[in-house]
Structure formats: C-alpha cells, structure tokens
C-alpha cells in the first residue's frame, strides 16, 4: 500500500490510498480501511479520503520501492 497527497481545490490536498489486490483477496473497502485505521489510533486528519485498488504498485527495478511520483502522475487528474 501507498498513500500520496493529490490536489483538492477546497483543501489543497486529499489524501489517498493505492492499494494492491493479490488474486483472491477479499474486497478492500474505504468503509474497511478507515475503519482499521481508526481503531489503530491514526487522527481523523489523516485518513484516506479516497482509496484505489490496483494488480500491481509500480515499483522501481533494483530497491524495488514503490514510485509514488508516477501514481501521482496517474491520479491527479482525476480526483473526485
């Protein structure tokens, strides 16, 4: 899982999680993951607003690190 920061007209940024589904995994749910993530104690302020469900999280080749630069690039235009 990721979180990275996209643009909000209102607010200036909304924070959203990207999320990989393996095969078979149950359903992850905003409603879920808020709802986790509250009962582990993380502030109202810093939940997902909005979550994504992706195969697969690009990474980079040799540390394998998750490139959040390019879900931004993915996301940004399209915040809801």
């Known amino acids: 899982m990721a979180v990275i920061g996209l643009p909000d007209a209102d607010r200036g940024e909304l ?23 509250r009962a582990e104690g993380l502030s109202v302020h810093k939940l997902p607003e909005r979550l994504e469900v992706v195969d697969a999280l690009p990474r980079g080749k040799t540390l394998r690190k998750v490139l959040k630069y390019k879900l931004r690039e993915r996301y940004s235009g399209t915040v809801k």
């Open 15 to 37: 924070v959203c999680a990207v999320a990989e589904q393996p095969p078979g995994a149950r359903e992850l749910t905003l409603d879920a993951l808020t709802s986790h993530l």
